[in-house]
T-cell receptor
Framework: EAGVAQSPRYKIIEKRQSVAFWCNPISGHATLYWYQQILGQGPKLLIQFQNNGVVDDSQLPKDRFSAERLKGVDSTLKIQPAKLEDSAVYLC???????????FGAGTRLSVL | KQEVTQIPAALSVPEGENLVLNCSFTDSAIYNLQWFRQDPGKGLTSLLLIQSSQREQTSGRLNASLDKSSGRSTLYIAASQPGDSATYLCAVRPSYGKLTFGQGTILTVHP
């Protein structure tokens, strides 16, 4: 079975610019997660979707970050405007149930200059 | 607030050694604990998942234990190989809520 697909793999932008990341989860997985992983740290959950509804976005900086899950399948994460501290790897994961094992994509490495 | 700490931050061993990675957590009210592996430039791969009612899980050369009362888990890797070199992360999940990750242990196994 195909894994979690993410694009782009790398992105370099200047501060105050906008950027968007895309994720396609494993087919049939109802739960989708976006994580931010800063160098040297573990991933931090930004937002969790169950189908196309938001379950947890308590750690999403809503003044600049937004996310949506189209028709309960693909998802996009947007940052507008970006700050230097947003430099990180953005990981997408999916699971068939919220308590189940999460399968991760390769991530998008964002550098904000 | 749950906090997860992993010790050591980095570990370098010769091939063939048995080794132990440690994970501690502050809130013992967990639903499960998971160990993940992360290779450079890649996402995370789940290695072992221990439910709160279990004491250990084994997969091949890997064995993970869980002691909820003391807030500790260990990942034991037997007969280490260069291919085991990666970052190992543990994460805990409460009954309802998100995974909280440790910062990881960077393992290097040299030939």
């Amino acid at each position: 079975e195909a894994g979690v697909a993410q694009s782009p793999r790398y992105k370099i932008i200047e501060k105050r610019q906008s950027v968007a990341f895309w994720c396609n989860p494993i087919s049939g997985h109802a739960t989708l997660y976006w994580y931010q992983q800063i160098l040297g740290q573990g991933p931090k959950l930004l937002i969790q979707f169950q189908n196309n509804g938001v379950v947890d976005d308590s750690q999403l900086p809503k003044d600049r970050f937004s996310a949506e899950r189209l028709k309960g399948v693909d998802s996009t994460l947007k940052i507008q405007p970006a700050k230097l501290e947003d430099s990180a790897v953005y990981l997408c994961a999916s699971s068939s149930e919220p308590e189940d094992i999460q399968y991760f994509g390769a991530g998008t490495r964002l550098s904000v200059l | 607030k749950q906090e997860v700490t992993q010790i050591p931050a980095a570990l370098s061993v010769p091939e063939g050694e048995n080794l132990v990675l440690n994970c501690s957590f502050t809130d013992s009210a967990i639903y499960n604990l998971q160990w993940f592996r992360q290779d450079p430039g890649k996402g995370l791969t789940s290695l072992l998942l221990i439910q709160s009612s279990q004491r250990e899980q084994t997969s091949g050369r890997l064995n993970a234990s869980l002691d909820k009362s003391s807030g500790r888990s260990t990942l034991y890797i037997a007969a280490s190989q260069p291919g085991d070199s990666a970052t190992y992360l543990c994460a805990v999940r409460p009954s309802y809520g998100k995974l909280t990750f440790g910062q990881g242990t960077i393992l290097t196994v040299h030939p």
